[in-house]
């Protein structure tokens, strides 16, 4: 939603569903980046629908794939992460996952659910920072890149997600910052880290702009090109396409 916070009411009626149908015992494993404390509500209406006496589990088992490496990702992830209730949901998750080599994290529902959001929250903000660093940096005549060089290198830091440029899009992290922020809300925390992270990256575009106008002068009736639409490179997906957005500002102003 645009507020942030998620339509859960197709879970719902999937949960409802598999109560209606549930006749012996089934591990419900939840896989999308869905708020805390979701598993607690799927849990709560398959209890309330189903036969009496039926044995459940409910599971959560977020994937953490990235968009053109999601096969590579899928076969080796970075980690796996169950959040489980009971000793019988973890063997069954474990025996599906034998075959990978990969660090798995035993943990509670709500911890696993939580693992998805923080996660892409904090990269976003990695992404947030080093555009705000790189305002800085122009104010006082410094090379950004070199300085996010020189932090990369502290393996506390990493250079991943750290290089400035027009700020995040893509269908993950406009999303999972906005939806994070709302859960915090929900929960009675007011996330302003979060808000920032938004604001930067909304930011970002529009110094871009600026830039782009002040070395055109008068952008109406000039051709202005620009390569690559995605929101990142490798992949198709053009969805919250920062790139797009700068467009449609260009024409705005009369570019062609």
Request: hydrophobic share 40%.
């Amino acid at each position: 939603r645009s507020d942030g916070t998620a339509d859960l009411s197709y879970i719902e009626q999937v949960s409802r569903d598999i109560a209606m149908n549930l006749k012996d015992y089934r591990l419900v494993v939840d896989k999308s980046t869905v708020p805390v404390l979701t598993g607690e509500r799927v849990k709560n209406v398959i209890t309330r629908y189903a036969r009496g006496g039926v044995d459940f589990d409910v599971a959560s088992n977020p994937e953490f794939l990235r968009e053109g490496t999601a096969v590579e990702d899928t076969l080796n992830p970075d980690r796996i992460v169950f959040g489980v209730e009971t000793r019988r949901a973890e063997k069954i998750l474990r025996d599906l996952y034998r075959n990978f080599k990969a660090p798995i994290v035993v943990t509670d529902i709500k911890s696993a659910e939580l693992i998805k959001h923080a996660s892409n929250s904090f990269l976003a903000m990695k992404i947030s920072y080093a555009n705000a660093l790189s305002a800085v940096c122009e104010k006082a005549g410094a090379d950004v890149g070199e300085v996010v060089r020189g932090m990369g290198m502290d393996e506390r830091i990493g250079h991943q997600f750290l290089r400035a440029g027009i700020g995040y899009g893509g269908s993950c992290f406009p999303k999972d910052v906005s939806a994070f922020e709302a859960i915090s809300r929900d929960l009675g925390y007011d996330f302003r880290l979060l808000t920032e992270v938004r604001n930067i990256n909304r930011d970002a575009k529009e110094w871009f702009l600026r830039k782009i106008q002040e070395e055109l002068w008068i952008v109406k009736g000039k051709k202005v090109g620009v390569f690559g639409l995605s929101f990142k490179p490798n992949t198709d997906d053009c969805r919250d396409s920062v790139a797009i957005s700068l467009v449609e500002s260009l024409v705005e102003l009369g570019a062609k």
